[in-house]
């Protein structure tokens, strides 16, 4: 079963750092998302992609953070400049067409800034 | 603004005993309802989707969830729990009107004791 696939699986950094955690998902779907988890608590959403453009975003989603298809395959969270509370699970997800198409998570990347 | 609420951020069952996990949303109109799980330090993986074909849904691993539009629930059971169930649940919706953001709530953690 085609699935999403996220690299690295753990990235530490120094704060102040520029990080890229990066994403390819399923090949035929069409929304992609980024989410994190901070440790022990819940899902937050941080921003969503559709026809080259984000479509949604959240306060999280601030100026410190950008996303990119470079091609037709990655799609890349950037982080400019980390700061300690960055730290948490990166989910990248995408989904296809249709109001209950589910997303598809990859196992997510744990970022560490110290 | 759209919420979900999951009562229950911890819940124990003894091994074979009912599972039952709760999950109401607030939305004018049926959103689309899914339940994820996440074992440990890995991503969100789907357990059901609501269709609107029918108002019970079945899942994977046993577990199923019922659509009650008049509670505006759709809370998540599994008839005889299992050690390997340990996780934390999500339910998600994504409002037919409100674009493609899906809203998680806070998450259950569910502990099985044998």
């Known amino acids: 079963e085609p699935e999403v696939t996220q690299t690295p699986s753990h990235q530490v950094t120094q704060m102040g750092q520029e990080v890229i955690l990066r994403c390819v998902p399923i090949s035929n779907h069409l929304y992609f998302y980024w989410y994190r988890q901070i440790l022990g608590q819940k899902v937050e959403f941080l921003v969503s992609f559709y026809n080259n453009e984000i479509s949604e975003k959240s306060e999280i989603f601030d100026d410190q953070f950008s996303v990119e298809r470079p091609d037709g395959s990655n799609f890349t969270l950037k982080i400019r400049s980390t700061k300690l509370e960055d730290s948490a699970m990166y989910f990248c997800?995408?989904?296809?067409?249709?109001?209950?198409?589910?997303?598809?998570f990859g196992n997510g990347t744990r970022l560490t800034v110290t | 603004a759209q919420s979900v609420t999951q009562l229950g951020s911890h819940v124990s069952v003894s091994e074979g005993a009912l599972v039952l996990l709760r999950c109401n949303y607030s939305?004018?109109?049926?959103?689309?309802l899914f339940w994820y799980v996440q074992y440990p330090n890995q991503g969100l993986q789907l357990l059901l989707k609501y269709t609107s074909a029918a108002t019970l849904v079945k899942g994977i691993n046993g577990f199923e969830a019922e659509f009650k539009k008049s509670e505006t629930s759709f809370h998540l059971t599994k008839p005889s729990a299992h050690m390997s169930d340990a996780a934390e649940y999500f339910c998600a919706v994504m409002p037919p009107d409100t674009g493609n953001q899906f809203y998680f709530g806070t998450g259950t953690s569910l502990t099985v004791i044998p």
């Open positions: 997800a995408s989904r296809d067409r249709g109001g209950n198409s589910p997303l598809h």
């Open positions: 939305s004018s109109v049926p959103p689309y």
